[in-house]
């Protein structure tokens, strides 16, 4: 059981958008920074987005991170098939002292 | 170029010890922490604990603390996961990942696959 929820699942067709929510509580998402991972089918994660809405550089404006109270979404706009991956998010628990994930949402480009 | 690259696959027995590593280049070795991530067969992300290459300054999550060693050796720029004893349970994708801060990880190693088998 992982300390941050995420749905297993999501889909929706190409070119369309998606969201992926991320929930916890206040030891968590609530006071500490957000951020998201993509892993692709066989490969290592790559981050995509940090301190909740924060992109590196290489990533595209296509994915977007927000934060609301002890929830974050991440959103991806003009879906690819490229994009079919797991998306993970994490954050630091001050309760734990650890960093913590969620359990992983599979996307599936339609 | 900015890269970790990790050890190779390793098939081992139960109760046999394992020393991974992850070599940092491109960047200023001492300046990320560095972080080992689990991922067992078919599940997702566990972060096992860190390291800061500075002063070797370490954390275990609690449910990893006393079964496995997180250590660096700066002046080969490289860090290291291991153990004294395998378990058939360690069978796993274990991922170096470095950050700027300790929240969040913006560095990858593609992994090292742990197979513990008898």
């Known amino acids: 059981q992982s300390v941050l929820t995420q749905p297993p699942s999501v889909s929706a067709a190409p070119g369309q958008k998606v969201t992926i929510s991320c929930s916890g509580s206040s030891s968590n998402i609530g006071n500490n920074y957000v951020s998201w991972y993509q892993q692709l089918p066989g490969t290592a994660p790559k981050l995509l987005i940090y301190?909740?809405?924060q992109r590196p550089s290489e990533i595209p404006d296509r994915f977007s991170g927000s934060k609301s109270g002890t929830s974050a979404t991440l959103g991806i706009t003009g879906l690819q098939t490229g994009d079919e991956a797991d998306y993970y998010c994490g954050t630091w628990d001050s309760s734990l002292r650890d960093v913590v994930f969620g359990g992983g949402t599979k996307l599936t480009v339609l | 170029e900015v890269q970790v690259v990790q050890s190779g696959a390793e098939v081992k027995k139960p109760g046999e010890s394992l020393r991974i590593s992850c070599k940092g280049s491109?960047?200023?070795?001492?300046?990320?922490?560095i972080n080992w991530v689990r991922q067992m067969p078919g599940k997702g992300l566990e972060w096992m604990g860190r390291?800061?290459?500075?002063?070797?300054?370490?954390k275990y999550r609690p449910s990893f603390q006393g079964h496995v060693t997180i250590s660096v050796d700066k002046s080969i720029s490289t860090a290291y996961l291991q153990w004294s004893s395998l378990k058939v349970s360690d069978t796993a994708i274990y991922y170096c990942?470095?950050?700027?801060?300790?929240?969040?990880?913006?560095?990858w190693g593609r992994g090292t696959l742990v197979t513990v088998s008898s």
């Open positions: 301190d909740n809405s």
């Open positions: 491109g960047y200023s070795f001492t300046s990320y922490w």
């Open positions: 390291i800061d290459p500075s002063d070797s300054y370490t």
């Open positions: 990942a470095c950050g700027r801060d300790y929240w969040y990880f913006d560095l």
